[in-house]
């Protein structure tokens, strides 16, 4: 997506975004002289602020990873027509079957199908969708040029997984929602992020914008908490049973990782603590097994 433009063209970006993104923009892509501009994405105006004669894309991700911070995707578009700019969503922590960006207005939507496209952990892979013809061929020419391009075993393994994805996401959507609401009263919890939580700021917006195919409101299978100390950390982690500490999420299993040091490791410190991403915030990526075995776990390893 990113090769889509030329030196000195102007990327806008979610502040918190996934460390990989960071990664790629500030690290490989800034050599070949593009330029990145970091935005609190929650506020449109603030994405509006920053637009500048160079910029060509605003991308964002909603809700993002790990804070869970919510965009208004509708407004960012329409500031984005008005401009004459590009608006792309990272919509892996929704999946198709809990957010549909293009209908907002997006002009593209990316996936990181190895999550719940997939849903298996058992393929690597990612996938661009867009209405736009002009676009679509342009990104195909790059995918071709590059080599970007699945193995027909790992196609058919994410045209497998689709068949069941609503089932799998609106479990683990559940699964989630009940556990954050369980975990909102645990003691040993410092704090809950979750979209589905009325304390969450922007749960409103969540609640408008992330629907089932039905019009359902739904809030996602991502939880992120704080815990007292690093020794509290890591004590629980050895503890778990059931969640396996691993980086990945949106598969069938539950996941438990730590964003400072993994997903987001490549960020500066200053900044992770700056977006609240410290040592004792841990995520979670909650599967579909019976949730009360996963609060049996968690409580287990809290005790």
Partial sequence: LFQLFDAEDNIIISRNTYGGTYRMAMEVLSRQALTFNWVDSRDPANIEAAINPHT???YVETPTNPMLEICDIRAVSDICRRKGILLAVDNTF????????????????MHSSTK?????????GGALITE?????????FIQKSTGAVPGPFDAWLILRSTKTLGLRYQQAADNALELARWLAGIKQVQGVIYPGLETHGQHKLAAHQQRTPRGKSIFGSMISIYLETIETRDRFLKKLKIFT????????????????????????????????????????SIGIEDVEDLMEDIKQALD
């Fill in 56 to 58: 060509k894309l605003v």
């Fill in 94 to 109: 929704m999946s198709p079957y809990g957010q549909r960006p293009l209908e907002f207005g997006a002009d593209v939507v």
């Fill in 116 to 124: 719940y496209l997939g849903g298996h952990s058992d393929i690597i």
């Fill in 132 to 140: 736009n013809r002009e676009l679509y061929e342009k990104l195909h």
């Fill in 245 to 284: 500490f691993a980086e990945s999420l949106g598969g069938v299993e539950s996941l438990v990782s730590i964003p400072f040091a993994m997903t987001h490791g490549a960020v500066p410190i200053k900044e992770k603590l700056a977006l609240g991403i410290t040592e004792t915030l841990v995520r979670f």
